[in-house]
């Protein structure tokens, strides 16, 4: 059986392990993060978290996303790591920890959790239109971290759900915004707050909320509508606030204040690892 804790941040989710001793082979989390993070039939989430050992920080963190492939970074998987990590002792309330975007530092205050996500390339930016639902709509691309695409679609959530997923995943594509695809954000800019949903890729389907989504958000509703520089941003799972600072060599840097809540702990079972049962 495998030890893990479940949390997650305004609703996405995660299942947390520890391989401090490098016990699991990439296949093996692969393998892993694709069994258990099925709903219903196993524990269920949007990814698997590993807190792992680092030789400069507190720890490391690796993301595999739900269908197993490894993300360089995600917002709210910090956050929930980082809640995990202080409180079973692996770091003090201020800390910083290694991912493959780079060393993340957070500060916990439970259940509070703010990340900084270091700095941000504004020379990497792309501004671009497209024509969706009979109109022209402005889309902002930028990595955050890991790659997102940001559109600005007032009312975007009075359009199907189906809809919406078709234009996502067409712009999720390898190749289509960046080679190496790219998460998509509706995105609503209101006077004081941002209503924001993100399609995830690895995840292939919306989720109740995006800590890089958030960040991408508020950068990119910041360089074309100018609102303030630190904006709450409302998902279907709860608020992020993100603070901006803009350097003047064209970088920004970014922080996010959430909850990262802690909802179970447990072992996995042999049984929560069985393949899918196809009948037909």
């Given at each position: 059986m495998i030890p893990?804790?479940?949390?997650?941040?305004?609703?996405?989710?995660?299942?947390?392990i520890?391989d401090?001793?490098?016990?699991?082979?990439?296949?093996?989390?692969?393998?892993?993060?694709r069994?258990?993070?099925?709903?219903?039939v196993?524990?269920?989430?949007?990814?698997?978290l590993v807190?792992?050992?680092?030789k400069?920080?507190?720890?490391?963190?690796r993301?595999?996303?739900a269908?197993?492939?490894?993300?360089?970074?995600?917002?709210?998987?910090?956050?929930?790591i980082?809640?995990?990590a202080?409180?079973?002792?692996h770091?003090?309330?201020?800390?910083?920890?290694?991912?493959?975007?780079g060393?993340?530092?957070?500060?916990?205050s439970?259940?509070?959790v703010t990340?900084?996500m270091?700095?941000?390339?504004?020379k990497?930016?792309k501004?671009?239109k497209?024509?969706a639902?009979e109109?022209?709509?402005?889309?902002?691309?930028?990595h955050?971290?890991?790659?997102?695409c940001?559109?600005?679609?007032?009312?975007?959530?009075n359009?199907?759900?189906d809809?919406?997923?078709?234009?996502?995943r067409?712009?999720r594509k390898e190749?289509?915004v960046?080679?190496e695809g790219a998460n998509?954000?509706?995105?609503?800019?209101?006077?004081?707050?941002?209503?924001?949903?993100?399609?995830?890729?690895?995840?292939?389907?919306?989720?109740?909320s995006c800590?890089?989504?958030?960040?991408?958000?508020?950068?990119?509703?910041?360089?074309?509508?100018?609102?303030?520089l630190?904006?709450d941003?409302?998902?279907p799972?709860?608020?992020?606030?993100?603070?901006?600072?803009?350097a003047?060599?064209?970088?920004a840097?970014?922080?996010?204040t959430?909850?990262?809540?802690?909802?179970?702990?447990?072992n996995?079972?042999?049984?929560?690892?069985?393949?899918?049962?196809?009948?037909?």
């Amino acid at each position: 059986m495998i030890p893990f804790v479940k949390a997650h941040g305004n609703g996405n989710d995660f299942i947390i392990i520890e391989d401090e001793d490098g016990r699991y082979d990439d296949l093996e989390l692969v393998d892993l993060a694709r069994k258990v993070c099925r709903r219903r039939v196993s524990l269920g989430a949007d990814g698997l978290l590993v807190l792992g050992s680092s030789k400069d920080f507190d720890f490391s963190m690796r993301l595999f996303n739900a269908d197993g492939s490894e993300g360089e970074m995600c917002g709210n998987g910090a956050r929930c790591i980082a809640r995990y990590a202080f409180e079973r002792g692996h770091a003090k309330s201020d800390m910083t920890f290694e991912t493959k975007a780079g060393p993340v530092s957070a500060q916990v205050s439970p259940p509070f959790v703010t990340i900084g996500m270091g700095r941000i390339d504004l020379k990497r930016v792309k501004r671009a239109k497209i024509k969706a639902f009979e109109r022209d709509v402005t889309y902002i691309a930028l990595h955050v971290g890991v790659p997102h695409c940001v559109l600005f679609m007032d009312g975007f959530y009075n359009i199907s759900r189906d809809e919406l997923l078709q234009l996502a995943r067409s712009l999720r594509k390898e190749g289509v915004v960046f080679d190496e695809g790219a998460n998509v954000n509706f995105v609503e800019v209101k006077e004081n707050h941002l209503i924001a949903m993100t399609y995830e890729r690895g995840v292939e389907d919306f989720t109740l909320s995006c800590g890089t989504g958030a960040i991408a958000c508020s950068l990119a509703s910041h360089l074309l509508c100018g609102t303030p520089l630190s904006i709450d941003v409302k998902n279907p799972g709860g608020i992020n606030r993100v603070t901006l600072e803009i350097a003047p060599n064209d970088t920004a840097e970014a922080s996010l204040t959430g909850k990262a809540l802690i909802v179970a702990t447990g072992n996995l079972t042999e049984e929560a690892l069985m393949a899918d049962y196809h009948w037909r």
